[in-house]
T-cell receptor, first 117, second 114 residues
């Protein structure tokens, strides 16, 4: 069965600090997809990024970067020079990509990030 | 605007009083799903539907019903709500069954059962 672990329940940082949110996953499949979603205080869930299991290149988008390492089954998310607007709950998710049938999405328990001005 | 719309956004009800949370998407997505979010537990899937008239249980289906009579609508029904169903509920959709497809979420419905 697939599983996603976000061991950090809450993190507080001072504005402009860098912060890394950890995500460790378990799956028996060789083909799968990993996602990060952001839930700001307003409550909606916003898609941030998707990676497939065959692409281990790190990705950078502005102040956000993602480090995917299959060897450690991790897909960590780093925010550089954090800002108050980054305060949110962040969810990591895993989706298996079997052909036919149903591809279930499993979410982690989320990490609440508080950025203090 | 492409979106998933849930109603009501907030609801306070009493134990045993049947209620329905509606969900509608305008993106012609095949797949729709309901999740509940509880502190420390993340998002857990209640039910999902891969197409019209095709529904199946997720991880926490007890106490809930769903139907998918039209492609755009996927209501969540609580026949006899109980306090342990107090939660934040999200409806989501995606285009088809492929695991690569990104879920689009509704704004959430906060339900309190007294």
């Amino acid at each position: 069965a697939q599983k996603v672990t976000q061991a950090q329940t809450e993190i507080s940082v001072v504005e402009k600090e860098d912060v890394t949110l950890d995500c460790v996953y378990e799956t028996r499949d060789t083909t799968y997809y990993l996602f990060w979603y952001k839930q700001p205080p307003s409550g909606e869930l916003v898609f941030l990024i998707r990676r497939n299991s065959f692409d281990e290149q790190n990705e950078i988008s502005g102040r956000y970067s993602w480090n995917f390492q299959k060897s450690t089954s991790s897909f960590n998310f780093t925010i550089t020079a954090s800002q108050v607007v980054d305060s949110a709950v962040y969810f990591c998710a895993l989706s298996e990509a079997n052909s036919g049938g149903y591809q279930k999405v499993t979410f982690g328990t989320g990490t609440k990030l508080q950025v203090i001005p | 605007e492409a979106q998933v719309t849930q109603n009501p956004r907030y609801l306070i009800t009493v134990t045993g009083k049947k209620l329905t949370v509606t969900c509608s998407q305008n993106m012609n997505h095949e797949y729709m799903s309901w999740y509940r979010q509880d502190p420390g537990l993340g998002l857990r899937q209640i039910y999902y539907s891969m197409n019209v008239e095709v529904t199946d249980k997720g991880d926490v289906p007890e106490g809930y019903k769903v139907s998918r009579k039209e492609k755009r609508n996927f209501p969540l029904i609580l026949e006899s709500p109980s306090p342990n169903q107090t939660s934040l509920y999200f409806c989501a959709s995606r285009p088809g069954r492929a695991g690569a497809n990104v879920l689009t979420f509704g704004a959430g419905s906060r339900l309190t059962v007294l």
